[in-house]
Nanobody, 125 residues
Framework: VHLVESGGGLVQAGGSLRLSCAAS????????MGWYRQAPGKQREGVSC????????NYADSVKGRFTTSRDNAKNTVYLQMNSLTPKDTAIYYC???????????????????WGQGTQVTVSS
């Protein structure tokens, strides 16, 4: 599976951005997709996750109530709507996929499937 992110950029604190992740290739075994981020000098952390059907989602505590993930299976695309952004949200955001929703979205274990190249999100104060 090949994943390509888009939608990053520079935004002021309090603003919004929407990231997109388009999947191509053999997606039949993919049961979870989600977003990770890595800020300078920090470890990569899980941000949000969504099941194949879109019926189940999970979020990191730091983004609950501000970020929303959704998907359009007809387009093989997953989205991350980010509202009320703060400078702490500044990071490279990566899209990832895994065969197991339990592993990726419940246990928050590092996805064993594909990763995108990342898109930079910068929030200015």
């Amino acid at each position: 599976v090949h994943l390509v992110e888009s939608g990053g950029g520079l935004v002021q604190a309090g603003g919004s951005l929407r990231l997109s992740c388009a999947a191509s290739g053999s997606t039949v075994k993919i049961n979870a997709m989600g977003w990770y981020r890595q800020a300078p000098g920090k470890q990569r952390e899980g941000v949000s996750c969504i099941s194949r059907s879109g019926g189940s989602t999970n979020y990191a505590d730091s983004v609950k109530g501000r970020f929303t993930t959704s998907r359009d299976n007809a387009k093989n695309t997953v989205y991350l709507q980010m509202n009320s952004l703060t400078p702490k949200d500044t990071a490279i955001y990566y899209c990832a996929a895994d065969e197991s929703y339990q592993r990726m979205c419940v246990q928050w274990r590092v996805p064993l499937g594909s990763w995108g190249q990342g898109t930079q999100v910068t929030v200015s104060s």
